[in-house]
């Protein structure tokens, strides 16, 4: 990937020439073909129940770390990335959009227009893996639609953080 090809989705995200973008987490999807890195800590991370994330991702829940789209940077495989528009039912990058790899299928992130909700189980943290408190999920969102419960001390919304009821 050439930082051209990079630059026609958009002034968004971090570039490679960006001398001033440091690292600080790197996330790859499964064959390694997409990888990028972020160069801070989350705004937020949360567990989504909602029906479509539990449809996407085969699970009773979405763990997601929520990012601006500024503090993500690709270092390989954006021409290799899937976009699928699941409100319009359109496979193509219309945000906000479902964004896999086109090799190994694995579910990257949620592109939002301004938000890139990563999924932190593709970052690298180590073997074993610490996880980082700043990825450490803060609430449940959707709660109202879970399959099972979740018996812990965070905040549950019946939609979205500090927009709808907490349960």
Same mark, same amino acid.
């Given at each position: ?81 899937? &976009? +699928? ?9 219309? #945000? @906000? ?5 086109? *090799? ?9 227009r301004r938000m890139w909700l990563a999924f ?21 969102? &959707? +709660? ?9 001390? #965070? @905040? ?5 953080? *500090? ?5």
């Amino acid at each position: 990937m050439n930082i051209a090809t990079q630059n026609l989705f958009g002034p968004d995200y971090a570039t490679l020439d960006n001398p001033d973008f440091i690292p600080k987490y790197r996330a790859t999807c499964f064959c390694g073909c997409v990888q990028y890195e972020v160069n801070t800590d989350p705004v937020d991370a949360k567990l989504c129940h909602c029906r479509g994330c539990q449809t996407l991702h085969g699970a009773p829940m979405q763990w997601a770390a929520i990012f601006h789209k500024h503090n993500v940077r690709f270092t390989a495989g954006w021409d290799q990335l899937r &976009f +699928y528009n699941s409100e319009q039912n359109l496979n193509q990058r219309s #945000l @906000p959009s479902k964004v896999s790899c086109i *090799n190994c299928g694995t579910l990257i992130a949620d592109e939002g227009r301004r938000m890139w909700l990563a999924f932190p189980s593709l970052f690298d943290f180590g073997h074993p893996p610490h996880v980082p408190e700043a990825f450490k999920p803060t609430c449940h969102l &959707f +709660y109202g639609m879970r399959v099972m419960d979740m018996d812990d001390d #965070l @905040p549950k919304w019946s939609g979205h953080k *500090n927009q709808s009821e907490r349960l």
